[in-house]
């Protein structure tokens, strides 16, 4: 069964704690995603990586950070450095950078 | 920064109604993608655009890909409750040289049985 996992669906974490969301896929895509859904808003790009080894800042990447050690693996961790870390996160893969992405089912980080 | 104007922000119709809602923007995008979220799951693709003038049907949603680059509309016909949901649309954008995909802020799609 070819997809995109990400887990736990719900986290939650006190204040000042670091917290790692997973995503792995297995459609053997290059490019992975991590995506910042607030209510009411669309998505925004917080990092990407073309291939493994190699990653960029999207456009709001302050207070996030990301590894891409395995073609399979995207793991993003949310810092303590990130202000309002409370939102819908959503990972996503294509093939390659410019191809037709597709969603994991998210993870929804409460921070108390 | 780049931007997609999607409308109408929510949409509440009746089972059996057609609805359009579109994108447009000042950019050109080189393809259009729409997709379909429900309530804390993440957005599934219902059509793919690549090209310009492009009419594209998967079931009872058809989308175009606008002659200019810069719109696109996603149609749904004989509306049933479970096309309630969010709609985006995302454009992939070409700028100094990198791509990168831009998307709306969705349509809340409501059916009322």
């Known amino acids: 069964d070819g997809g995109i996992t990400q887990s736990p669906k719900y986290l939650f974490r006190k204040e000042g704690q670091n917290v790692t969301l997973s995503c792995e896929q297995n459609?053997?895509?290059?490019?992975m995603y991590w995506y910042r859904q607030d209510p009411g808003q669309g998505l925004r790009l917080i990092y990407y990586?073309?291939?493994?080894?190699?990653?960029q800042k999207g456009d709001i990447a302050e207070g996030y950070s990301v590894s891409r050690e395995k073609k399979e693996s995207f793991p993003l961790t949310v810092t303590s450095a990130q202000k309002n870390p409370t939102a819908f996160y959503l990972c996503a893969s294509s093939r390659y950078h410019t191809d037709t992405q597709y969603f994991g089912p998210g993870t929804r980080l409460t921070v108390l | 920064g780049q931007q997609l104007n999607q409308s109408p922000q929510s949409m509440f119709i009746q089972e059996g109604e057609d609805v359009s809602m579109n994108c447009t923007s000042s950019?050109?995008?080189?393809?259009w993608l729409w997709y379909k979220q429900d309530p804390g799951e993440g957005p599934v693709l219902l059509i793919a655009l690549y090209k310009a003038g492009e009419l594209t049907s998967n079931g009872r949603l058809t989308a175009q890909f606008g002659i200019t680059r810069k719109d696109s509309f996603l149609n749904i016909s004989a509306s049933i409750p479970s096309d309630v949901g969010i709609y985006f649309c995302a454009g992939l954008l070409t700028q100094g040289g990198s791509e990168k995909l831009v998307f709306g802020k969705g349509t809340k799609l409501t059916v009322n049985p």
């Open positions: 459609l053997n895509h290059d490019a």
């Open positions: 990586s073309q291939i493994v080894n190699d990653f």
């Open positions: 950019s050109i995008f080189n393809t």
